[in-house]
């Protein structure tokens, strides 16, 4: 490895490789050896600076900054005590700083930058769980692989996603960061990113490092409240949060996790021993490092885990959080909790070389400029190709509901009535946590009609939003201002058909959005209404971060289409589907509940003692409402149809090999997403009624048949005990294979002999 010569710190690596490489016949030192020589030389004050991460300093290239905070960062910075930075945006500033650390400090330790790159840097694409409802993985990781390279042509080197939480309530804003209430279809999303983001070489220029998060339960917050309690049994712990997390780290080589602002039955995630150290770091063998949340330490005391900020950070390390994210605990208390002897060193060097050793896998040492490069930022951000990317991935983001009589595809002569404040919308299809995103810089649907020749009218009918809520605030929803009904009606009336886009503002969904009305926000219900009762051929359009209640339009809108907030070319995107340009293919990667009184709600839920229905009303069910969801899990139609058939099930030595065969029936070429599913009978732990075990992604031409097989074995038909052992037990399993949760093609087969795992 080629070192730079800094500062003194560089140096002694230098000399500790030159005198390595005279003992062991000119032999490179391994970065593990240059590491503890440089931890060698460290003070604690310094080793503690590693474990510390800011928020930007403010303006580094401007004039010196007058509030004291901030001129204390930047001294920080310079006198190297600060390890990592978060929210320090563009090259100017990024080299400002990093000039700071290496050639001002004593030891020269390069600053690692850190931002959330959620689904794009400037380019921006669907949200996850939107690009989850594409069920294609290539895709997904190429678009991880745009955000990545983006953000690294700007200057950073790590992102904090992808969030790998499973969402089963919609109430959680949240859930447009995730894959959904699946951990199947969520282990191999966060595969995929991951390999996006950080490719195969963590040191290409063109990469970045991914974060898991958050760790772990957080997507569980009762009543689907933000930062609320988790409390949930140990099997769900096993089975449902930890899968994505462990696929990550052990297919994909995650570099750093992210622990979570929740407690997990009663433990903040921050200050969780056996989460992080014994498990993560432990039985995992994690070898990267992980950072807390914002200010999550700090909150220990809220939760009423921690006394105050020293017992904070003493819980804090001692549970295995290795870098403090904007709760100064570590750099106010940690040097004292050592030299009290509170702390061992042992584990502070522990924490410090595990960051140490991510800064070298992304080239740091070796170049701490290497993402620092003008002419790449020109060539990269917003490249014809990366737009191309985008318009792709959000055509398979859109999930087609429903779409009686064949409403849709739109057909070259008709006049169309478009409708909606969230048509002629630029901002909203950026959605939440938008990166370097600008502001009203997507594709408009009306844009996109526009540009396709449609002949169409627009009418707003009612504004969504009052003024411009930004990142931090609450949006001002209309609530009195039906002035366009009137004209929107009217443009219904004369209309062949009628396109209407109505749902959620793109800052209704994310992090501190919880809702406890899962409705059209303000007056869209009623405009819905309106504009149904002038003109039966409506075609609605739901723009949301997360599944809507929508059992009045399912009743009485014949066609239904689920359009997410699908980024930058969100109006191209939605006009190739809307016309029939692409054939949708999505398929929900969430269950869309019929009222909200059912969430949370998931398909892989328990059988319970009472399942059926009888006569009387004790068995388990509402009264008022039915127990399934409006739409299932996986479910999403296409402008042709496909038909399933031959299946087969063959016991093999530890599982069976599946087959079975699709056919496009209809008239146009289609994507068909291919789902298995299997169901445990009998097992010393209550199995689900269901779970995905597989799924193919398949093109077919009019008439065409595909035969697909999956294998079954112990990685698919086992699962963990309360103890967190997985077993894999004899027994008897049902097969289901089909379009979504609700296949009704079915086998059974019986596994002989239990496997043992390791």
């Not at 899968?243 to 297919?251: G, N, R």
């Not at 697909?708 to 990685?715: E, V």
């Amino acid at each position: 490895m080629k070192l730079i010569s800094l500062r003194t710190g560089a140096a002694v690596v230098a000399a500790f490789v030159m005198s390595s490489c005279a003992a062991v016949a000119k032999e490179p030192a391994s970065v593990d050896e240059q590491v503890d020589a440089l931890i060698a030389e460290m003070t604690i004050g310094e080793k503690v600076g590693q474990l510390t991460q800011f928020s930007d300093l403010g303006d580094t290239t401007g004039p010196a900054p007058n509030d004291d905070l901030q001129r204390r960062r930047r001294d920080l910075v310079t006198s190297g005590t600060v390890g990592s930075m978060l929210n320090t945006i563009g090259l100017e500033d990024i080299r400002t700083i990093q000039d700071y650390a290496v050639n001002e400090s004593r030891l020269g330790i390069p600053v690692l930058f850190g931002y959330d790159v959620v689904h794009g840097y400037k380019t921006i694409f669907p949200l996850p769980l939107a690009e989850a409802a594409s069920w294609d993985l290539e895709m997904m990781e190429q678009t991880a692989r745009i955000a990545a390279a983006e953000a690294a042509a700007d200057g950073l080197n790590w992102t904090f996603a992808p969030m790998v939480d499973i969402g089963r309530d919609a109430r959680w804003g949240r859930v447009m960061e995730g894959a959904g209430e699946d951990p199947y279809l969520g282990s191999k999303i966060a595969v995929a990113r991951v390999r996006g983001f950080q490719g195969d070489d963590l040191s290409d220029p063109l990469t970045i490092a991914a974060t898991v998060k958050h760790l772990a339960g957080y997507g569980f917050a009762e009543a689907g409240r933000d930062y609320n309690t988790v409390d949930v049994g140990t099997v769900t712990v096993h089975n449902i949060m930890l899968p994505p997390f462990k696929a990550a780290l052990e297919q994909a080589d995650a570099a750093t996790v992210m622990n979570a602002f929740n407690v997990l039955n009663g433990v903040p995630a921050t200050g969780d021993r056996a989460l992080q150290r014994d498990l993560v770091k432990g039985k995992w063998g994690f070898d990267g490092f992980i950072v807390s949340d914002w200010g999550s330490a700090l909150e220990m005391i809220n939760h009423g885990f921690a006394e105050d900020e020293r017992d904070a950070a003493l819980k804090a390390i001692t549970a295995g959080s290795d870098m403090d994210m904007e709760s100064y605990v570590y750099f106010n208390h940690l040097a004292d909790l050592v030299e009290a002897g509170d702390v061992p060193m042992d584990m502070v060097d522990d924490a410090v070389r595990r960051i140490l050793e991510v800064k070298f896998d992304l080239g740091l040492f070796d170049d701490p400029y290497l993402y620092i490069d003008e002419g790449r930022a020109r060539e990269t951000l917003m490249a014809p190709e990366h737009l191309d990317a985008a318009r792709r991935m959000a055509e398979r983001s859109i999930v087609l509901l429903k779409n009686d009589e064949d409403l849709l595809p739109l057909k070259q002569g008709e006049s169309i009535a478009l409708i909606g404040a969230l048509a002629a919308d630029k901002d909203s299809p950026i959605g939440n946590w938008r990166a370097m995103g600008e502001s009203d810089s997507a594709v408009s649907l009306v844009e996109g009609f526009e540009e396709a020749g449609l002949s169409f009218t627009y009418e707003e009918g009612t504004a969504l939003e009052i003024g411009d809520a930004g990142f931090a605030n609450e949006v001002i929803v209309n609530m009195y201002d039906r002035s366009g009904f009137d004209a929107a009606v009217a443009a219904a009336q004369t209309a062949d058909k009628v396109v209407i886009v109505l749902g959620e503002d793109g800052l209704q969904s994310g992090e501190g959005r919880s809702r406890a009305h899962l409705g059209f926000p303000g007056l869209q219900q009623e405009l819905l209404e309106a504009v149904q009762a002038a003109n039966d051929n409506v075609i609605l359009v739901v723009m949301s971060g997360r599944p809507l209640v929508l059992s009045w339009a399912d009743e009485n809108v014949p066609a239904i289409v689920q359009a997410w907030h699908l980024g930058s070319e969100s109006g191209h995107a939605l006009t190739n589907v809307l016309t029939g340009a692409y054939n949708p293919s999505g398929k929900l990667p969430m269950s869309f509940p019929r009222a909200v009184g059912q969430l949370p709600i998931y398909y892989n839920h328990l059988n319970t003692g009472r399942p059926d229905e009888i006569p009387d009303v004790f068995w388990s069910h509402y009264i008022d409402e039915d127990n399934a969801p409006l739409y299932p899990f996986g479910y999403g139609l296409s402008y042709t149809d496909f038909a399933y058939s031959n299946l087969s099930v063959t016991p093999t030595s530890n599982g069976a090999a599946v087959e079975v065969s699709v056919q496009n029936t209809g008239d146009v070429a289609g994507e068909e997403v291919m789902q298995l599913y299997i169901r445990d009978l009998a097992a010393s732990v209550s199995r689900p009624v269901r779970e995905l075990k597989g799924f193919k992604k398949v093109a077919l031409q009019p008439g065409e048949t595909y035969t697909a097989s999956f294998s079954l074995g112990p990685d698919e038909l086992g699962f963990y005990n309360g103890a967190g052992e997985y077993l894999v037990e004899p027994g008897k399993f049902e097969v289901f294979v089909g379009g979504s949760s609700a296949a009704t093609l079915t086998a059974e087969f019986d596994l002989e002999t239990a496997t043992a795992i390791d």
